[in-house]
């Protein structure tokens, strides 16, 4: 089997918390969106933290979800879900994309998130970059994966699935360098789940 493929079964087996959860829900309001804001979401998923976010931006003229979302079976879950918003609420837009090119204009985006995503991206310098070019000058930025470690009860640690946890300290380093100040690594715990994370203002 494929890696890709074995790792889109497991988001499948685990499509409860990919479809909303706490942690998801505590990182979207520490980034703090904004009715009218653009939000990007960079690996959204099934979108757990895609209808959090939109719920706060909209509906409102301006206020919308930009997606990039890589994973071509995520990609149809987002899409049912979208539909399933119905006509009249808040506009989610989706991209088939990732941190390797992000689907916005220059200065496009107030506010970025990426949940339990750069344990997968291995360019974290191409990643920073890409944000720094999107995200307007005086928007922020909140990157947080959880820790996955056995310690914390999960089936899918580092070693056996052959990953790298975030380091904060060198992901905030890579976000100085793009232009990114304010950098914080404070962030340990979200709802109760201990997370790697970091926060930065363009
Ligand atoms: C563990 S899931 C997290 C999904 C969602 N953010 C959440 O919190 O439920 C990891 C996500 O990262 C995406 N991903 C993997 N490599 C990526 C890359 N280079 N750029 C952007 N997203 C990527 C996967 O397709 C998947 O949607």
Avoid at 19 to 48: I, Q, R
Avoid at 135 to 163: A, C, I, N, T, W
Wanted: with cysteine.
């Amino acid at each position: 089997m494929s890696e890709g493929l074995k790792t889109t079964l497991r988001y499948i087996k685990h499509s409860k918390e990919c479809w909303s959860s706490p942690v998801n829900d505590a990182a979207v309001a520490a980034l703090a969106p904004k009715l009218g804001e653009v939000v990007l979401d960079v690996g959204a998923g099934m979108g757990a933290s895609v209808f959090a976010a939109a719920k706060l931006v909209g509906p409102s003229e301006t206020g919308r979800v930009v997606v990039a979302e890589p994973n071509a079976v995520l990609m149809k879950v987002l899409m049912a879900r979208r539909l399933a918003m119905g006509k009249n609420r808040i506009t989610v837009e989706l991209h088939q994309d990732g941190f390797d090119g992000l689907p916005a204009a220059d200065d496009y985006i107030d506010a970025a998130i990426a949940v339990n995503v750069m344990h997968h991206v291995d360019d974290h310098a191409t990643a920073a970059s890409e944000l720094a070019r999107v995200v307007k000058p005086g928007g922020r930025v909140l990157l947080v994966d959880q820790d996955f470690g056995p310690d914390h009860g999960h089936d899918h640690s580092p070693e056996e699935f052959g990953y790298t946890l975030m380091n904060p300290e060198e992901l905030g380093a890579e976000l100085t360098k793009a232009g990114f100040a304010e950098v914080d690594t404070s962030i340990t715990e979200l709802a109760g789940s201990p997370v790697f994370a970091v926060s930065a203002t363009r």
